[in-house]
Protein backbone atom coordinates (compact mmCIF):
# COMPACT_ATOMS: atom_id res chain seq x y z
CA UNK A 1 0.00 0.00 0.00
CA UNK A 2 0.94 3.59 -0.96
CA UNK A 3 0.16 6.44 1.21
CA UNK A 4 0.96 9.54 2.60
CA UNK A 5 3.51 9.92 5.21
CA UNK A 6 3.20 11.37 8.30
CA UNK A 7 5.62 12.27 11.14
CA UNK A 8 4.29 9.04 13.18
CA UNK A 9 6.97 7.28 10.17
CA UNK A 10 10.19 9.27 11.08
CA UNK A 11 11.12 6.13 12.69
CA UNK A 12 10.71 3.62 10.34
CA UNK A 13 12.16 6.45 7.33
CA UNK A 14 15.18 6.68 9.21
CA UNK A 15 15.59 3.21 9.61
CA UNK A 16 15.79 2.91 5.66
CA UNK A 17 17.40 6.01 5.30
CA UNK A 18 20.31 5.46 8.12
CA UNK A 19 21.23 2.40 5.93
CA UNK A 20 22.18 4.14 3.43
CA UNK A 21 23.84 7.03 5.19
CA UNK A 22 25.87 4.74 7.33
CA UNK A 23 26.86 2.15 4.43
CA UNK A 24 27.00 3.65 0.86
CA UNK A 25 27.56 7.13 -0.84
CA UNK A 26 24.18 7.15 -2.22
CA UNK A 27 23.35 10.27 0.08
CA UNK A 28 25.81 12.74 1.27
CA UNK A 29 24.74 12.47 4.88
CA UNK A 30 27.78 11.41 6.70
CA UNK A 31 25.76 11.29 10.38
CA UNK A 32 22.67 9.09 11.19
CA UNK A 33 19.08 11.18 11.08
CA UNK A 34 17.44 10.98 14.33
CA UNK A 35 13.64 10.41 13.97
CA UNK A 36 13.34 13.93 15.39
CA UNK A 37 14.90 15.78 12.77
CA UNK A 38 13.26 13.25 10.06
CA UNK A 39 9.74 14.35 11.66
CA UNK A 40 11.28 17.75 11.11
CA UNK A 41 11.63 17.28 7.80
CA UNK A 42 9.33 15.28 6.58
CA UNK A 43 6.52 18.23 8.08
CA UNK A 44 8.31 20.85 6.04
CA UNK A 45 7.80 18.58 2.87
CA UNK A 46 3.95 17.85 3.47
CA UNK A 47 3.04 21.28 3.99
CA UNK A 48 3.85 21.69 0.16
CA UNK A 49 4.51 18.83 -1.41
CA UNK A 50 4.11 14.94 -1.15
CA UNK A 51 6.11 12.18 0.91
CA UNK A 52 4.69 9.30 0.04
CA UNK A 53 5.59 5.62 1.53
CA UNK A 54 5.39 2.16 0.95
CA UNK A 55 3.52 0.13 3.72
CA UNK A 56 3.66 -3.42 3.39
CA UNK A 57 2.21 -6.01 6.44
CA UNK A 58 2.30 -2.83 8.87
CA UNK A 59 6.39 -2.37 8.19
CA UNK A 60 7.38 1.11 5.87
CA UNK A 61 9.50 -0.33 3.34
CA UNK A 62 9.81 2.65 1.23
CA UNK A 63 9.74 6.06 0.29
CA UNK A 64 9.68 9.14 -1.78
CA UNK A 65 9.49 12.57 -1.83
CA UNK A 66 9.33 15.77 -3.64
CA UNK A 67 11.03 18.89 -2.75
CA UNK A 68 11.75 22.38 -3.63
CA UNK A 69 14.50 22.66 -6.15
CA UNK A 70 15.98 26.38 -5.55
CA UNK A 71 14.84 29.01 -3.36
CA UNK A 72 14.51 31.63 -6.54
CA UNK A 73 10.52 31.94 -7.52
CA UNK A 74 11.12 31.05 -11.59
CA UNK A 75 11.75 27.63 -10.10
CA UNK A 76 8.76 27.39 -8.43
CA UNK A 77 7.28 24.78 -10.85
CA UNK A 78 10.52 22.38 -10.79
CA UNK A 79 11.14 19.72 -7.75
CA UNK A 80 13.52 17.61 -6.94
CA UNK A 81 12.93 13.80 -6.02
CA UNK A 82 14.45 10.94 -4.11
CA UNK A 83 13.44 7.53 -3.48
CA UNK A 84 14.79 5.43 -0.76
CA UNK A 85 13.96 1.42 -0.62
CA UNK A 86 14.57 -0.43 2.49
CA UNK A 87 18.01 -2.59 1.73
CA UNK A 88 16.15 -5.82 2.07
CA UNK A 89 14.14 -5.15 0.03
CA UNK A 90 15.93 -3.48 -3.40
CA UNK A 91 15.03 -4.25 -6.89
CA UNK A 92 11.59 -5.66 -6.54
CA UNK A 93 9.49 -2.63 -8.03
CA UNK A 94 9.18 -0.42 -5.11
CA UNK A 95 10.99 2.28 -6.38
CA UNK A 96 9.09 2.44 -9.50
CA UNK A 97 5.77 2.05 -7.77
CA UNK A 98 6.92 4.79 -5.33
CA UNK A 99 7.61 7.28 -8.34
CA UNK A 100 4.32 6.35 -10.38
CA UNK A 101 2.37 7.07 -7.45
CA UNK A 102 4.21 10.62 -6.81
CA UNK A 103 4.34 12.05 -10.29
CA UNK A 104 0.29 12.33 -10.69
CA UNK A 105 0.54 14.20 -7.12
CA UNK A 106 3.15 16.34 -8.07
CA UNK A 107 1.11 17.14 -11.78
CA UNK A 108 -1.98 18.16 -10.08
CA UNK A 109 0.53 20.63 -7.52
CA UNK A 110 1.37 22.55 -11.21
CA UNK A 111 4.55 20.78 -11.28
CA UNK A 112 6.38 20.82 -14.81
CA UNK A 113 9.94 19.91 -14.10
CA UNK A 114 10.91 17.26 -12.08
CA UNK A 115 15.25 16.45 -11.08
CA UNK A 116 16.87 13.58 -9.69
CA UNK A 117 20.18 13.93 -8.49
CA UNK A 118 22.33 10.42 -8.53
CA UNK A 119 25.35 9.69 -7.19
CA UNK A 120 27.42 7.56 -9.30
CA UNK A 121 27.85 4.98 -9.87
CA UNK A 122 24.20 3.88 -9.01
CA UNK A 123 22.44 1.40 -11.69
CA UNK A 124 19.95 0.57 -9.31
CA UNK A 125 18.46 4.00 -9.00
CA UNK A 126 19.72 5.22 -12.72
CA UNK A 127 16.84 2.05 -13.84
CA UNK A 128 14.22 3.20 -11.86
CA UNK A 129 14.69 7.07 -12.85
CA UNK A 130 15.32 5.70 -16.54
CA UNK A 131 11.92 3.47 -16.08
CA UNK A 132 10.04 6.16 -14.74
CA UNK A 133 10.60 8.20 -18.23
CA UNK A 134 13.79 10.29 -16.38
CA UNK A 135 16.59 11.08 -18.58
CA UNK A 136 20.22 11.95 -17.95
CA UNK A 137 20.84 15.99 -18.10
CA UNK A 138 24.06 16.34 -16.87
CA UNK A 139 27.68 14.92 -15.05
CA UNK A 140 29.12 16.52 -12.46
CA UNK A 141 32.81 14.87 -11.89
CA UNK A 142 34.16 14.71 -8.50
CA UNK A 143 31.70 17.32 -6.30
CA UNK A 144 30.95 15.01 -3.33
CA UNK A 145 33.37 13.56 -1.37
CA UNK A 146 32.38 10.56 1.22
CA UNK A 147 34.89 7.38 2.59
CA UNK A 148 37.63 8.96 1.85
CA UNK A 149 36.87 9.04 -2.09
CA UNK A 150 35.25 11.70 -4.36
CA UNK A 151 31.77 11.00 -5.61
CA UNK A 152 30.18 12.12 -9.56
CA UNK A 153 26.82 13.24 -9.15
CA UNK A 154 24.33 12.98 -12.19
CA UNK A 155 21.10 14.78 -12.83
CA UNK A 156 17.97 13.42 -14.36
CA UNK A 157 15.18 14.83 -15.28
CA UNK A 158 11.80 14.40 -16.30
CA UNK A 159 8.91 17.09 -17.85
CA UNK A 160 5.29 16.42 -16.44
Request: one cysteine or more; charged letters at 20%.
Amino acid sequence: MIRPASTADASAICAIYNYYVKTSAITFEDVPVCADEMSRRISQVISHLPWLVFEQDGSIIGYTYASKWRGQVAYRSTVETCVYVAHAHGRTGIGSRLYQALMPELRQRGVHAVVAGIALPNPASIAIHEQCGFVKIAHFREVGRKFDQWIDVGNWELLL
